[in-house]
């Protein structure tokens, strides 16, 4: 039954471009709908560069026009989520930092850093803009059932699951040792927010994760475990930060994590 439902949903991209136009229709009605426009020209300002760029990075490699890029639509989508629609131009700075940014660093073929997240990190650092909001994960409820469908479908769900609960355990022992909170508090005040859109949408970008089942979890965890060490040392964009750390040694992990013996 699973697997014919899997079948039924969409490619792997175009699943994720789905769910991410949902997320904005949604956060938008219960958050921006007084400020429509705006939301819009964020969006143009993020997916409309990203578009740009990566086809003018293509052809300048390849001499042909690149025909529409989804994972350049996807990393837009993602940056105006993040960003907030006040912010047009953090927004567009960061959708062009992203796709440059994927473009240059590599491991062989492979980005070697989140495009959404590098981009993010670099526009922010460089602008010193309050503009990162994380509107996509206002209604976390849609932001879980959507993501954890993204997530299935482009088979990072170990990577999702394995981060929030490396969060959340990790984010109990901050502020119970570091806040000086009973753990009781502790626990009530970590699963007010979970980083759904995060875990789901932006951890689990194909090209920058590892393929294997226990790299993932591995990578799951070192990533929920580097986002509380680095809010406690009071690192600016502890998050991006977090997930470009893991991405860089995601090779270093699938070496270092054994693989499961054959069944004989």
Do not use: H
């Amino acid at each position: 039954m699973l697997n014919d439902l899997f079948k039924k949903i969409p490619q792997p991209y175009d699943t994720m471009i789905i769910c991410l136009c949902l997320l904005v229709l949604i956060n938008t009605f219960e958050q921006f709908s007084s400020v429509l426009d705006k939301v819009i020209i964020n969006l143009v300002a993020a997916v409309g560069t990203a578009l740009i760029v990566e086809n003018i990075i293509f052809y300048i490699k390849n001499r042909r026009v690149l025909p529409i890029s989804k994972s350049a639509i996807i990393s837009g989508l993602i940056i105006s989520l993040i960003i907030a629609p006040y912010s047009p131009e953090i927004s567009g700075l960061a959708a062009l930092l992203a796709i440059i940014i994927k473009n240059l660093l590599k491991f062989g073929n492979m980005p070697v850093f989140n495009p959404a997240a590098s981009g993010l990190l670099v526009a922010l650092l460089l602008t010193n803009s309050p503009s990162e909001i994380w509107w996509g994960n206002a209604n976390m409820l849609a932001a879980l059932i959507l993501g954890l469908i993204v997530s299935w479908k482009i088979g990072k769900l170990n990577i999702s699951i394995s981060y929030l609960a490396a969060y959340t355990l990790f984010s109990i022992l901050k502020i119970a040792f570091v806040g000086g909170i009973p753990f009781d508090q502790a626990f009530l005040t970590a699963i007010m927010f979970f980083p759904f859109f995060s875990a789901l949408f932006m951890a689990t970008e194909p090209k920058t994760t590892p393929v294997r089942k226990e790299t993932q979890i591995a990578f799951g965890i070192l990533l929920g475990l580097l986002f509380n060490i680095y809010e406690v040392s009071l690192l600016p964009y502890s998050s991006f930060l977090a997930l470009m750390t893991v991405n860089l040694l995601r090779n270093e992990l699938d070496k270092l994590v054994p693989k499961p013996k054959p069944i004989v």
